[in-house]
């Protein structure tokens, strides 16, 4: 199984239905991340969380929410989907020590019609 | 801003070498990293080097760093087609984060 898994997989909808991603993971992980991918410009950061009661914005979190629901599960939610939200999400963890070494689920590919 | 930059596309012939340059923005960042994604993959670290060190060879894998003007490179040495992804480059410019690169995709030619 997956270290860190991320759910649904692909996932279509319509302009303005709130979509939550979700995941969770096994690695024992303190921090949390929430990307999306984009071409031509690499991984953006959209929300952080070090810890359960700790959340963070990224550089793009506007139109965007988060739930750390236990360290284990971390969700990312669209509360009224654009087109421009369509993308690939990638969630990721890391440990807390100096190295900061991302661990990335296979992503979810988001498309917003 | 924390621009990390990366050209967008490489393309090689199988078993040559592959040299994917980064130019990062922040002197403070303690680590350097390259990940790879393979199709419908998450990315997965490469390799990563220490500020304080020149070069990391591990096995196929040279990276370079080049403080003085922000530059790090990976060279993969007889690149394979099992070699083709995009690769990101990225630093920790606070313990808190990680800026990654734009992304190459590197294409090898059987």
């Known amino acids: 199984d997956a270290d860190v898994t991320q759910t649904p997989r692909n996932r279509i909808t319509k302009t303005g239905k709130r979509i939550m991603l979700e995941c969770s993971q096994t690695k024992g992980h303190d921090r949390m991340y929430w990307y999306r991918q984009d071409p031509g410009l690499g991984l953006r950061l959209i929300y952080y969380s070090f810890d359960v009661k700790d959340i963070n914005k990224g550089e793009i979190s506007d139109g965007y929410s988060v739930s750390r629901q236990a360290q284990a599960k971390f969700s990312l939610s669209l509360e009224s989907a654009i087109p421009n939200q369509t993308a690939l999400y990638f969630c990721?963890?890391?440990?807390?020590?100096?190295?900061?070494?991302?661990?990335f689920g296979a992503g979810t590919r988001l498309s917003v019609l | 801003g924390e621009d990390v930059e990366q050209s967008l596309f490489l393309s090689v012939r199988e078993g040559d070498s592959s040299v994917i340059n980064c130019t990062y923005t922040d002197s403070s960042s303690t680590y350097l990293y390259w990940y790879k994604q393979e199709p419908g993959a998450g990315l997965q670290l490469l390799t990563y080097i220490f500020s304080n060190m020149d070069m990391k060879q591990d096995q196929r894998l040279t990276v370079l760093l080049n403080k003085k003007d922000k530059h790090l490179s990976l060279r993969i040495a007889d690149t394979q087609t099992g070699d083709s992804a995009i690769y990101f480059c990225a630093e920790n410019p606070s313990y808190q984060k990680v800026t990654f690169g734009t992304g190459t995709k590197l294409q090898v030619i059987p």
């Open positions: 990721a963890t890391s440990d807390s020590t100096g190295r900061n070494i991302q661990y």
